[in-house]
């Protein structure tokens, strides 16, 4: 078979990560919960059924360097039928945090993403946020989530206006109820809070 298929690469929070415990410690949140739920990240996209590949590579602490997240998305095309062309980064917190700082850091980070859904950033450097220009530059698809009581909600929607300043309309802003938490709604492969769901959204674009 050679067909290629769309990968979503899910970053965890501190307290999911490798220093709270195994990888038992990632299933109540995110991607995560719904593979343990047996269910699909399948999607009807007009014509067709995708399916995608997702994997959730836990952090030592909460947080992945630049380049461990080149080297994970390296790993995944040199060994699986991954579309380079098609490949998604969605995350919580101090992983949020990681993928902002990934696509920050050089502008060929942000030009091997398709789309980025970053869930409640931890606060970025003022060279990263000058550097959201990055995510203007090469048009990649953003959308950010933050919870209302959440304290770095100001931080994210300040994220959300700075590429937008960039690129009018490239990033959009979604508040949800609640503090630094709450997520699970929002990485539903179902319906039943978003429609289209973040995945149905992700798959909409291509690099």
């Keep these: 078979d050679t067909k290629k298929y ?12 490798a ?9 109540p949140i995110g991607p995560p919960k719904f593979m343990a739920d047996s269910l699909r990240f399948a999607f009807d996209t007009g014509s067709k059924r995708q399916e995608m590949i997702v994997i959730c590579p836990q952090s030592d602490n909460g947080y992945k360097s630049a380049s461990d997240i080149n080297k994970t998305i390296d790993y995944m ?8 062309s098609r490949i998604y980064m969605t995350a919580i917190s101090s992983g949020a945090g990681s993928l902002l700082s990934y696509v920050t850091a050089k502008q060929e980070n942000a030009d091997r993403l398709a789309a980025i859904v970053p869930m409640s950033a931890v606060q970025l450097s003022s060279e990263e946020v000058a550097n959201l220009k990055f995510i ?3 048009n990649l698809p953003t959308w950010i989530f933050c919870g209302t009581n959440d304290p770095l909600l100001n931080n994210n929607k300040g994220y ?6 960039y690129k009018s ?6 508040t949800y109820s ?13 319906n039943e809070y978003y429609t289209p769901n973040i995945y149905q959204w992700m798959l909409q674009f291509q690099n």
């Excluded at 769309?6 to 990560?17: A, C, T, W």
């Excluded at 959300?160 to 300043?165: F, M, V």
């Excluded at 309309?169 to 979604?174: C, E, S, V």
């Design 19 to 27: 220093q709270y415990g195994n990888l038992n410690v990632m299933l």
């Design 178 to 190: 609640g503090a630094h938490n709450n997520w699970n709604k929002m990485f539903s492969p179902s």
């Design 160 to 165: 959300a206006d700075a590429i937008n300043g």
């Design 6 to 17: 769309p990968l979503v690469i899910f970053l965890n929070g501190k307290f999911e990560s």
């Design 136 to 138: 203007a530059n090469t």
């Design 169 to 174: 309309g490239l990033a959009k802003f979604n």
């Design 77 to 84: 095309l040199a060994k699986y039928r991954v579309d380079a």
